[in-house]
């Protein structure tokens, strides 16, 4: 759903707006501020969560673009300057900077869908704002049949050409794990070993040669256009939005692919704390997660929302005929089938001192 479709949208949201947004609070005169990592997630932020809440409120509500990582937000408040009241973090972020004191508790009372969510997605300090995946992008059309798995990512005889990665240990050493033949479901077991973490350095070592690192999620779909790479991990909302701009569709193989959830936050000491936990209500409801994924395919939170993503869809063609619904096609991370074929990212194991260090260790070899 586009921007220029704001009147229908918000005509829609005012039937399924929270209590306190039917009557709402009262809103400090500056308006909230909302900070995101910008790109094509910040604008499908916009179109679905800012301008809609903005006229719901009737106030004054913006996005602004962070390198989304703590030391950003620590700053911020070591020098007293709250120019933010809420802030999407990636997962494995979320209880280091609750556990620093950066973050404002949830209060579960002011969110009355949380039932509908996602398990894992209310937490001590934060809510999921949406799921997004690491997947293996292509062009289809350079070569004679379609790669489907980390092991075709790592044959550079059959699928030759460099290989994009992003820049660090998270996320390659599970992907470097399967594709050495570890299921999906013993990656984190294996990881968490001495054996399993030599494991992964060296199946990552074997493609050294072949990799060129990424880091922001722009590069892998315009690398992947230009012929830099052929094969790459990326964002799956940031290929869904390349593919809306060129003619030349990418494609992407869902099989274990690694999902997680993005969460929203409510920075430390907000003079705008009930504005926020309004915002966070309303960003989290069934209408503004559907609007959001339209936007991006990035998958919601609410299960309404998951269910009502493809009526009136063309779901993404199948190899082969579904003989189960729950494994229908869809572009959605959140999407039953593509679930239940991927990993599921897990930040405690990365906030914990084995996670540290394999980053050294990542460090020393890999880069």
Request: positive net charge; hydrophobic residues 40%.
């Amino acid at each position: 759903m586009k921007t220029h479709h704001l009147s229908t949208l918000i005509a829609a949201f005012s039937l399924v707006l929270p209590v306190h947004a039917q009557n709402p609070v009262q809103i400090p005169a500056q308006g909230l501020t909302v900070a995101n990592f910008g790109g094509a997630n910040g604008k499908a932020q916009d179109a679905a969560f800012i301008q809609p809440f903005k006229a719901a409120y009737k106030t004054e509500a913006r996005g602004v673009e962070y390198p989304g990582d703590l030391p950003a937000i620590r700053n911020m408040l070591k020098e007293r300057k709250n120019e933010w009241d809420v802030a999407e973090v990636e997962s494995a972020d979320l209880k280091a900077g609750c556990d620093a004191g950066l973050f404002e508790r949830i209060d579960r009372g002011s969110i009355p869908h949380a039932g509908m969510l996602l398990p894992g997605t209310v937490q001590e300090c934060g809510v999921g704002a949406f799921v997004w995946a690491t997947v293996m992008a292509y062009e289809p059309g350079r070569f004679k049949e379609a790669p489907r798995s980390w092991q075709d990512f790592w044959d550079v005889q059959r699928f030759p050409g460099k290989r994009g990665l992003r820049k660090g240990a998270r996320y390659n050493m599970e992907i470097a794990l399967m594709a050495d033949g570890v299921h999906r479901r013993d990656v984190y077991a294996m990881l968490a070993t001495e054996a399993g973490a030599r494991r992964a350095l060296a199946k990552l070592e074997q493609l050294k040669p072949h990799i060129v690192w990424w880091e922001s999620g722009s590069q892998p779909p315009q690398r992947l256009a230009s012929g830099e790479t052929t094969l790459s991990t990326a964002f799956n909302g940031r290929i869904a939005a390349a593919n809306r701009e060129r003619l030349s569709p990418l494609a992407i193989s869902w099989l274990d692919a690694v999902y997680e959830l993005d969460y929203w936050v409510i920075i430390k000491g907000t003079p705008r704390l009930e504005q926020a936990r309004a915002f966070i209500s309303f960003a989290t409801s069934e209408e503004a997660q559907l609007a959001f994924s339209r936007e991006i395919p990035y998958g919601p939170t609410h299960f309404n929302a998951i269910l009502r993503y493809d009526t009136g869809r063309a779901r993404p063609a199948a190899s082969a005929p579904v003989t189960d619904l729950s494994m229908a096609g869809s572009d959605l991370p959140s999407a039953p089938g593509n679930m239940r074929r991927s990993l599921a990212f897990d930040p405690a194991f990365w906030t914990k001192a084995g996670g540290t260090a394999l980053e050294k260790q990542f460090a020393q070899r890999i880069k």
